[in-house]
């Protein structure tokens, strides 16, 4: 079946160091990959997606790209700001006949500390 | 505004009490979803529907219920059942079915206690 790694966290950077937060994955077929973010007590929020491979999402200064050799999918931010504080999950969408399901990696704890 | 909403945002329960959870949305999307989140955890599906008045069960189905009688909505109860009801619930919704492209929107979330 389909899974999804995730780096473990938490992670812990200053304001306007460089973020990488690694994900990998299996899955048969093609594959939509997606990161979402989630801040304390709300729900998630789609931030960046790539739906083939060597596509190349973006959003807000964070990056992924879609490596199908590898079946990777990190996300990076050149520089991390006070606000980029939040739990960032990556997750993919498999090829079904039975709706668009996700199937989510564990979560990664981002902190940024001014 | 277009967007899902989910109430209450803080449930409290006794334990063996049945309890449901609501999800509207009025993006005019096909397909809802219902996710469990623990602690530290990744979000887990509990069912899902891609039309109304027809649902599968996803991943731990298992002392939850469901129904979809109208488009823009999808409650949630979790049974006396369920033997660890206390999570963060989030219900999501997305525009086609069966596509894998497609993107999921989350509500809020529903922050269920059983004590």
């Known amino acids: 079946g389909n899974s999804v790694t995730q780096m473990e966290g938490p992670v812990t950077l200053s304001e306007e160091a460089f973020l990488t937060i690694n994900c990998t994955y299996t899955?048969?077929?093609?594959?939509?990959l997606f990161w979402y973010v989630q801040y304390p007590g709300e729900g998630l929020q789609l931030l960046l997606k790539a739906t083939k491979a060597d596509d190349k999402g973006s959003n807000k200064g964070f990056e992924a790209t879609y490596r199908k050799e590898t079946t990777s999918f990190h996300l990076e931010k050149g520089s991390v700001q006070v606000s980029d504080s939040a739990v960032y999950f990556c997750a993919l969408s498999g090829q079904e006949t039975s709706g668009s399901r996700l199937t989510f990696g564990e979560g990664t704890q981002l902190t940024v500390n001014p | 505004d277009g967007g899902i909403t989910q109430s209450p945002k803080y449930l409290f329960r006794k334990e063996g009490q049945n309890v449901t959870l609501s999800c509207e949305q009025n993006l005019n999307h096909d397909a809802m979803y219902w996710y469990r989140q623990d602690p530290g955890q990744g979000l887990r599906l509990i069912y899902y529907?891609?039309?109304?008045?027809?649902?599968q069960k996803g991943d731990i189905a298992e002392g939850y219920s469901v129904s979809r009688e109208k488009k823009e909505s999808f409650p949630l109860t979790v049974t006396s059942a369920q033997k660890n009801p206390t999570a963060f619930y989030l219900c999501?919704?997305?525009?086609?079915?069966?596509?894998?492209?497609?993107?999921?929107?989350f509500g809020p979330g529903t922050r269920l206690t059983v004590l």
């Open positions: 999501a919704s997305s525009a086609d079915r069966g596509i894998s492209t497609d993107t999921q929107y």
């Open positions: 529907s891609q039309i109304v008045n027809d649902f």
């Open positions: 899955a048969t077929g093609y594959p939509s």
